[in-house]
């Protein structure tokens, strides 16, 4: 008799592993599970049979039989779900997939942001023009930036900049005399006082001011200071230089005009517009002879020396370039705004 249960129980158990791999879902594991693992199985019917087997040993030997077809039965069950639910899964990764190829750029590279490449162009025609490039730093003190421009504590001018003071005091110096510099014209004084004349620098930066975002002004910005001291400098350098720069920066269908005006730190002063091939003059900075306090606050005698300032916003010079209307476009980091440029 145990020749044939044996038999049964390995007949059974091929039967079994045979459905399994033949399943094809989910739903089919556990329906395979509850058939062939439940009380009501073929394996679970044989397994009751051998209570009616005498010999010891014989029992003992199909009864781990049985146990050995069960367990391989709940191994094939487990695999094969597994299996199945790794295909399922593939395929609902498949189905859901999102194609962002169209995102996909030929580079990764990124570009120089629009008033970066400003900034670069204006450095390059300046330099080309025999111009070298001068910096200083954006935390300045309050002589700097007000005093040695001819702008003494209570002068009216320092009305027009909306300032911003850092709370930080220098050796020897007072509380609230260290401001964000409101421009660039303070390498104008570090410049005459660090170095002999000639000199024939600019000076591109950031700058700061207390103002409310618009469409033509921000709270911080970028100038360019161009500065000339020499011996017998007039205002006819002043002029030939900003028409040169003008064409060279513009083009030549473009002109520039100086206006009378009135700054602190130049006399006398003008501002410069430029003249658009369609004639439309449009207004871009200011400029003047360097004023002899100025020249006086950076050491220099004005009776021997004499030169010209000027100086405009680099923000402003992208946006006429390029025809923007609203400064705050070039901030908004709107990827359809930049990759124009």
């Given amino acids: 008799m145990i020749p044939d249960i044996?038999?049964?129980?390995?007949?059974?158990?091929?039967?079994?592993?045979?459905?399994?791999?033949?399943?094809?879902?989910?739903?089919?594991?556990v329906a395979l599970r509850t058939r062939l693992s439940g009380k009501k199985g073929e394996l679970a019917g044989l397994k009751k049979r051998l209570g009616s087997i005498e010999s010891i040993d014989d029992k003992k030997a199909a009864g781990q039989a049985v146990n050995e077809a069960m367990a391989a039965v709940d191994t094939a069950l487990d695999a094969r779900r597994a299996e199945l639910h790794a295909h399922a899964l593939a395929e609902r990764v498949e189905a859901e997939r999102i194609d962002l190829t169209e995102y996909v750029r030929p580079s990764s590279r990124g570009h120089a942001h629009l008033v970066t490449q400003a900034w670069e162009r204006l450095e390059d025609v300046f330099v080309g023009m025999g111009f070298r490039v001068a910096e200083g730093p954006e935390v300045e003190t309050d002589w700097h930036n007000f005093e040695a421009l001819n702008m003494p504590i209570g002068h009216p001018a320092r009305g027009e900049w909306d300032t911003l003071f850092v709370d930080h005091v220098p050796p020897g110096g007072q509380p609230g005399t260290t401001v964000l510099r409101t421009h660039t014209s303070p390498v104008q004084i570090r410049t005459m006082l660090d170095e002999e004349p000639p000199i024939y620098i600019i000076a591109p930066g950031r700058v700061f001011r207390r103002d409310t975002p618009d469409a033509t002004h921000m709270p911080v910005f970028h100038q360019?200071?161009?500065?000339?001291?020499?011996?017998?400098?007039?205002?006819a350098d002043l002029a030939g230089t900003i028409e040169v720069f003008t064409q060279a920066y513009f083009g030549p269908g473009f002109h520039s005009r100086l206006r009378p005006s009135y700054f602190p730190f130049?006399?006398?002063?003008?501002?410069?517009?430029?003249?658009?091939?369609?004639?439309?003059?449009?207004?871009?900075?200011?400029?003047?002879m360097v004023h002899p306090?100025?020249?006086?606050?950076?050491?220099?005698?004005?009776?021997?020396?004499?030169?010209?300032?000027?100086?405009?916003?680099?923000?402003?010079?992208?946006?006429?370039?390029?025809?923007?209307?609203?400064l705050r476009e070039m901030y908004a980091d709107d990827i359809r705004f930049i990759e124009q440029f």
């Fill in 6 to 29: 044996i038999s049964a129980i390995r007949a059974a158990e091929q039967t079994a592993l045979d459905d399994i791999s033949g399943a094809t879902t989910l739903d089919d594991v």
């Fill in 224 to 235: 360019i200071e161009g500065l000339v001291i020499d011996r017998g400098i007039t205002m």
């Fill in 266 to 288: 130049t006399e006398p002063s003008a501002e410069f517009d430029i003249q658009r091939p369609n004639g439309e003059w449009i207004e871009l900075g200011g400029s003047g």
């Fill in 293 to 326: 306090n100025v020249l006086r606050a950076g050491g220099l005698d004005p009776e021997v020396w004499s030169g010209f300032a000027f100086g405009f916003g680099i923000d402003r010079m992208a946006k006429e370039r390029h025809g923007i209307e609203d």
